[in-house]
């Protein structure tokens, strides 16, 4: 597993804000937005690409289109769809699949309410949004659904992500195939909730507000 860590000044400053306990829904939504697609910047580095033919007003010259198959994203509700437009944004052309998934709470595992995936990912690209890698269950549970269709190379765009994660992910992964994790930071710790601390929260009740 590889992990990039983008490391630039207006990344840890949007970060900053969003970590505030003071920033409202509306400005949050904003900010992950705006992240996501600095974020999607580094993380598409390798996005396959292919030469094509182009004729400018001057003259014939060779360019650069994204490859076939097209590339899939795959956010996990509920708070990954927050960062679906600012994804999509940067890859107009990518296929969208959904997985809805929520962590118990008291076992830690992550349920899968809603599984929406094409049923061949062999050759595909797959980048998989999610804001918060805090356990890695829920990440484990997306990334094995993805590799067991056939996706070899998968990329996950967080915003922050636990060192107690990142162990469990990659231990999980192995080499059953090639996964990157790109974020904005790696915080400190779990707490005794899971929660990353310093971290932001409950990224999903921060977009969306706290549903019982
Ligand atoms: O790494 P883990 O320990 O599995 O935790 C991370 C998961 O927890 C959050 O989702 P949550 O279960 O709160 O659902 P939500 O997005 O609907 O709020 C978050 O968005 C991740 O999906
Ligand atoms: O810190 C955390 C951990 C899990 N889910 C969140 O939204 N935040
Ligand atoms: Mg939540």
């Known amino acids: 597993m590889r992990l990039h860590v983008a ?3 207006l990344i840890a400053h949007k970060l900053t804000v969003l970590r505030d306990e003071r920033t409202e829904s509306p400005t949050f939504r904003l900010l992950v937005d705006e992240l996501v697609t600095l974020l999607a910047y580094e993380a598409t580095r390798d996005v396959r690409v292919e030469q094509v033919e182009v004729t400018t007003p001057v003259a014939e010259t060779v360019g650069t289109h994204l490859a076939s198959p097209r590339p899939l994203v795959v956010p996990i509700l509920r708070a990954g769809l927050g960062m679906l437009e ?5 890859l107009p052309t990518a296929e969208v699949g959904f997985l809805g998934m929520q962590r118990d709470e008291q076992t830690l595992e992550a349920i899968t309410y809603a599984n929406r995936l094409p049923d061949d990912l ?3 690209q797959c980048y998989v949004l999610d804001p918060m890698l805090a356990t890695g269950h829920t990440l484990i549970a997306a990334i094995n659904f993805l ?9 996950a765009i967080c915003l922050l992500a636990a060192p107690e994660g990142l162990r469990t992910l990659d231990e999980a992964i192995g080499d059953r195939g090639d996964v990157t994790i790109v974020t904005a930071a790696v915080d400190e710790r779990l ?5 990353i601390v310093p971290g932001l929260g409950d990224a999903g009740d921060r977009l969306y507000g706290v549903v019982d």
Not at 86 to 90: A, F, N
Not at 191 to 195: G, L, R
């Open 122 to 124: 062999s050759g595909r």
């Open 86 to 90: 600012g994804m999509t944004r940067l």
């Open 7 to 9: 490391d630039h000044p």
């Open 147 to 155: 590799l067991e269709k056939g996706a070899r190379d998968v990329t």
């Open 191 to 195: 707490n005794e909730h899971s929660y």
